[in-house]
């Protein structure tokens, strides 16, 4: 089993920063993508970025030049720098992470998620 544990949300106005980071834990083998999705109220759950086991990254066009994406395969975490942050980046934030364990194989496993609220 995998555990999945965001933490870094928060209030924060607009124009700030914050730092979100996401651990995995439990019988994990191999990591794969690991990636940052939100969901506002009355929204459909997106893509925010995502970062793949050779350290390339996808964004939504929305975070491209204000997020940062990062990874430490050591610590098998995963991390999202928001910087100029807007209202409109207000969401529960929810980690998810392509994981094979030892017994299992490559699964999607998603945290609780974290709220982050902006405002103006």
């Known amino acids: 089993q995998v555990q999945v544990v965001e933490s870094g949300g928060g209030l924060v106005q607009a124009g700030g920063s914050l730092r979100l980071s996401c651990a995995a834990s439990?019988?994990?083998?191999?990591?794969?993508?690991m990636g940052w999705y939100r969901q506002a109220p009355g929204k459909e759950r997106e893509l925010v970025a995502r970062?793949?086991?050779?350290?390339?990254?996808d964004y939504a066009d929305s975070v491209k030049t204000r997020f940062t994406i990062s990874r430490d395969n050591a610590k098998n975490t995963v991390y999202l720098q928001m910087n100029s942050l807007k209202p409109e980046d207000t969401a529960v934030y929810y980690c998810?992470?392509?994981?094979?364990?030892?017994?299992?194989?490559?699964?999607?496993?998603w945290g609780q998620g974290t709220q982050v609220t902006v405002s103006s």
């Open positions: 439990g019988s994990i083998f191999m990591l794969n993508d």
């Open positions: 970062i793949h086991s050779d350290d390339t990254a």
């Open positions: 998810a992470i392509q994981a094979r364990t030892w017994e299992r194989a490559f699964s999607d496993y």
